[in-house]
């Protein structure tokens, strides 16, 4: 029984990372995002794993009127950052705000004992990504992690503390995954060596 069970819930597992794709605004659908499906992705985002239980990741939600401000806001901090005008360029990273229902800006909030490595809780934050990415495979949900370099020069934008960081944005919009094709990628066989 418990086997069958276990059985059952791998192959699900299994599908829902399959299925996963990063998909980008332009290929998003019309369609509003419920709170309460917001609230579930933001929940399995904080079942992450966590080394002492640092539970590094907090999020900002952006959407409507708000997702615009940070929109404005993007393409001040790449007009900062790269120093140049480029209209082009703004021109995307609001176009890209705009097609987006939602965009989750993600943070990460180093313990202030340093009880573990920076780069552990970089890493527990990058797991409650995966958990928000898989999730939207679950509720039809289009997204993508975008790690634009200019995000450090949106700290106070964010009001981040010295101990907090952006680690960038993820964009969300309705999307029927059974229109992409998988990437790519080389076979696991040559990144594993085997030892029995
Ligand atoms: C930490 C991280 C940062 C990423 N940053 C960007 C980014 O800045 N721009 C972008 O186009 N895609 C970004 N991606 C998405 C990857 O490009 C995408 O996952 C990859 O092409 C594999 O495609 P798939 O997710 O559909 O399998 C990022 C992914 C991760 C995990």
């Given at each position: 029984m418990i086997v069958n069970f276990l059985n059952k819930f791998s192959m699900n597992i299994s599908k829902i990372i399959n299925t996963r794709r990063a998909v980008y605004p332009s290929q998003f659908k019309e369609g509003d995002i419920d709170k309460e499906i917001i609230k579930i992705i933001l929940e399995n985002a904080n079942k992450a794993p966590t080394h002492r239980m640092t539970q590094p990741w907090f999020f900002k939600v952006y959407k409507s009127d708000s997702k615009n401000s940070l929109g404005i806001k993007m393409m001040e901090a790449f007009e900062l950052h790269s120093?140049?005008?480029s209209p082009l360029k703004k021109k995307k990273i609001l176009q890209k705000c705009e097609q987006s229902n939602c965009i989750i800006a993600i943070f990460m909030k180093r313990d202030p004992k340093e009880s573990v490595p920076e780069w552990e809780e970089i890493a527990a934050t990058a797991m409650a990504v995966q958990n928000m990415w898989l999730t939207c495979v679950e509720y039809e949900i289009g997204c993508y992690w975008s790690t634009p370099?200019?995000?450090?020069?949106?700290n106070d934008f964010f009001m981040l503390k010295e101990n907090e960081r952006c680690l960038g944005f993820f964009y969300m919009g309705k999307y029927d995954h059974s229109e992409l094709e998988s990437k790519e990628r080389e076979s696991i066989n040559v990144k594993t060596e085997w030892n029995f």
């Open positions: 120093n140049t005008e370099k200019y995000i450090d020069k949106m």
